[in-house]
């Protein structure tokens, strides 16, 4: 059974401290790793995809990562606003655009 | 460029009532997923239609019922409403022919009493 394990589900971090969000999977023929972030409440939003092991993507201060068994989002020198619950998601299979999530890590950056 | 956008954004039922909760997609884009998000969990996948027809569906009973228009927008039927429908329903958006991003819209928040 196709399967998706984020860890750890919740992380505190001071303002600039660096850290990395894991998203562990298993599946059969993974199409794509998605991640969004999502604010309490709302809607998730989209950050990245990554199709094939050794991609990787970044945007301000998160970068995404991708190997045959999981995926990291780095995150660098944090700021509150990166307060947020990050989710991972795959597309596995053919003839399905399904999206199967993990739990997310909830992050909040002090000042 | 409007985003996806849903409504009602929140809504109050009973035990075995029904309910309709409406999605209309990003610009551009053809085909529409739903899930249900409980809280503290992940979105759970619930069906997709394509060309006003569902395309592919997760493990929901058939109380879950769904519809797609010309123009692209959806609908989610929950019939029997039952005290664990309580979620976050989220409409999803994508373009068939491309076949992987998939943006989300605010949600609707159902609660079941």
């Known amino acids: 059974e196709d399967q998706v394990t984020q860890s750890p589900e919740a992380l505190r971090l001071q303002e600039g401290e660096s850290s990395s969000l894991n998203c562990s999977y298993t599946?059969?023929?993974?199409?794509?790793l998605f991640w969004y972030r999502q604010d309490p409440g709302k809607g998730p939003e989209f950050l990245f995809t990554?199709?094939?092991a050794g991609e990787e993507k970044e945007k301000e201060r998160l970068k995404a990562t991708l190997t045959k068994k999981e995926s990291f989002l780095h995150i660098t020198a944090p700021k509150p606003e990166d307060s947020a619950t990050y989710l991972c998601?795959?597309?596995?299979?053919?003839?399905?655009?399904?999206?199967?999530f993990g739990t997310g890590t909830r992050l909040q950056v002090f000042p | 460029d409007a985003g996806v956008t849903q409504s009602p954004t929140h809504l109050i039922k009973t035990r075995g009532q029904q309910v309709t909760l409406r999605c209309s997609p990003k610009?551009?884009?053809?085909?529409v997923s739903w899930y249900q998000q409980a809280l503290g969990q992940g979105p759970q996948f619930i069906f997709q239609?394509?060309?006003?027809?569902?395309?592919q569906r997760g493990n929901f009973p058939d109380r879950f019922s769904g519809h797609q228009f010309p123009n692209y927008s959806s609908e989610l039927n929950v019939n029997a409403l039952l005290l664990g429908d309580s979620a976050l329903y989220l409409c999803?958006?994508?373009?068939?022919?491309?076949?992987?991003?998939?943006?989300f819209g605010p949600g609707t928040r159902l609660t079941v009493l």
């Open positions: 999803a958006s994508s373009l068939l022919a491309v076949g992987d991003t998939q943006y």
């Open positions: 599946v059969s023929g993974l199409r794509g």
């Open positions: 990554l199709y094939s």
């Open positions: 998601a795959v597309q596995a299979g053919d003839n399905t655009d399904k999206l199967i």
């Open positions: 610009s551009g884009h053809d085909t």
């Open positions: 239609y394509y060309e006003e027809e569902e395309r």
